[in-house]
């Protein structure tokens, strides 16, 4: 079954403020991964998160996972224009071993 | 580094015939693969799992016959959709894992896909 529901499945926003995307799933899990995807492209490797591991960071962005919640966030700070894209949550573990079982995505768009 | 390419980037043919997609490894040794299929405004879904020098392992659903996989290098895997029909039509993208990889840890490589589009 598809684990990994996304929201909002659209966002819109004006250049500068945040974007926060919210991921669920229904299983454990070794990590949690976000990835960005443009339209029509392949796909781009944000941050992974262990399941062991609460927040992490990289540049603008912050990638929270609740563990007994099921659910992670990816809040991107200071967007840009060049945001715009789709964000992927992807959840590898439980008896998947090296699968990723991706979310429904959130497309995001920055207005500049 | 961790460089995935695939060949071609689209590809148009008629129904019927077998198209051939390349998944490279460009600087490292991937001894898992995985391919995926996307459809318009959806999400990712695995279709297969092809590790070097053994059987590719299908997705429920997945049919194997119509999806040929070969991961006979540790840098090449290719996926073939034989008789090609207007549902194949796809966004096709493969990863790739290397040597040493671990999957609680380290993350894929995603090449950049292969759009297919059968008339």
């Known amino acids: 079954s598809q684990q990994g529901e996304e929201d909002p499945q659209a966002l819109s926003i004006q250049e500068g403020e945040n974007a926060t995307m919210n991921c669920s799933y229904k299983?454990?899990?070794?990590?949690l991964q976000w990835y960005r995807q443009n339209s029509g492209r392949g796909l781009v490797h944000l941050i992974l998160?262990?399941?062991?591991?609460r927040e992490k960071h990289s540049g603008r962005l912050r990638v929270t996972l609740d563990t007994s919640k099921k659910s992670s966030s990816l809040l991107i700070t200071a967007s840009r224009a060049a945001d715009t894209a789709s964000y992927f949550c992807?959840?590898?573990?439980?008896?998947?071993?090296?699968?990723?079982?991706f979310g429904q995505g959130t497309i995001l768009t920055v207005h500049p | 580094g961790a460089v995935v390419s695939q060949h071609p980037s689209w590809v148009i043919c008629k129904s019927g015939t077998s198209v051939k997609i390349e998944c490279r490894s460009l600087?490292?040794?991937?001894?898992?693969m995985f391919w995926y299929r996307q459809f318009p405004k959806q999400s990712l879904m695995l279709m297969a799992t092809?590790?070097?020098?053994?059987?590719?392992?299908?997705e429920q659903g997945v049919e194997k016959d119509k999806f040929l996989i070969n991961h006979a290098s540790l840098t090449l895997s290719t996926l073939t959709v034989t008789s090609a029909h207007p549902e194949d039509s796809s966004f096709y993208i493969c990863?790739?894992?290397?040597?040493?990889?671990?999957?609680?840890?380290?993350?894929?490589?995603f090449g950049p896909g292969t759009r297919l589009t059968v008339l």
């Open positions: 990863s790739a894992a290397g040597t040493g990889w671990t999957a609680s840890t380290d993350t894929q490589y």
């Open positions: 992807a959840t590898e573990g439980g008896t998947s071993y090296g699968k990723l079982t």
């Open positions: 299983t454990s899990i070794n990590n």
């Open positions: 998160i262990r399941s062991n591991e």
């Open positions: 092809s590790n070097e020098g053994s059987k590719a392992t299908y």
């Open positions: 600087d490292f040794q991937a001894t898992t």
